[in-house]
């Protein structure tokens, strides 16, 4: 194998690796991924984490409970230190699951403009973030791309995943000019994760088995000691919750749906593929 070769192998399996600790134990995590499947670990953290989801890419995209769906990232990341295997097959998968999350992670590039293209003052770091992540993804692709032994499979793969995620850009594009109070109000409640009072449990979209299906934006404004610091006006509060209700949300169903079908054809067909010719 040429020595150029190997240095790009070495690279992106690197880089995947350091993604793996950076999201599987960094941020979000797997402590968040157990909170959003609805296993336990209810830290307030976590619902920060979870409402500034919903506030952001859920309503933009237009995805119920976008914590839930989201934390699938961090099952798919887990087989990144796979990398270092020297299986074909395996490698595909590696590389099936990094073009998901790398166009994935370029939704948060779409949803989070830079304050000077929104206007808005959405914090850049969240731009910032889905730009990198996903830049270093896809980047891991195209170095390990000379070894891949079947290119058929891993471009129909890539076509298909860049094809929903376009549907999604175009869909954030199109509803930013309709969420302006809901930005307004992530702003001024929503901290960053860890840091901050943790909004308090029971909203409309946390996950079960903590949420409640009639929460705000549906019930009544939280109150109390939890939303210390978060003082918005009722107008606002009545503006986000009439945007929110106005969003038309894909059902829960279908999205689920169409990862778990969409991740296990791509398996089956890896796992199934017959060995390319020697010639």
Sequence with gaps: MPRVTVIRLITANVLLTLLWLALAFGYPGYEFTIYTFGLGLDGGSARNDAFDLQLSLGAALGIPSMAFIDHFNILFVT???????????????????????????????????????????????????????????????ILKLPVVRYRGILRNWAIGVGVVAAYFVVTAATRASQLQNVR?????????????????????????????????????????????????????????AAELQAVGYLPLGLVLGLIVVGVGAYFVSVLRAEEPSAA
């Design 79 to 141: 087989v990144a230190p796979l990398a270092w295997w020297r299986n074909a097959k395996v490698q595909m998968i590696v590389l099936g699951m990094a073009i998901l999350n790398g166009l994935y992670m370029f939704l948060f590039v779409a949803v989070f403009l830079p304050p000077w293209i929104l206007g808005q003052g959405d914090r850049v770091e969240d731009w910032m973030l889905g730009l990198v992540v996903s830049a270093v993804f896809l980047l891991c692709v």
């Design 184 to 240: 307004a109000l992530r702003r001024m409640c929503v901290t960053t994760p860890g840091e901050g009072e943790p909004w308090p449990s029971g909203w409309q979209w946390e996950p079960m088995p903590f949420g409640n299906s009639e929460g705000w934006p549906l019930g009544p404004w939280p109150e109390g000691e939890k939303l210390a610091g978060c003082e918005p006006s009722a107008d606002l509060i009545a503006a986000a």
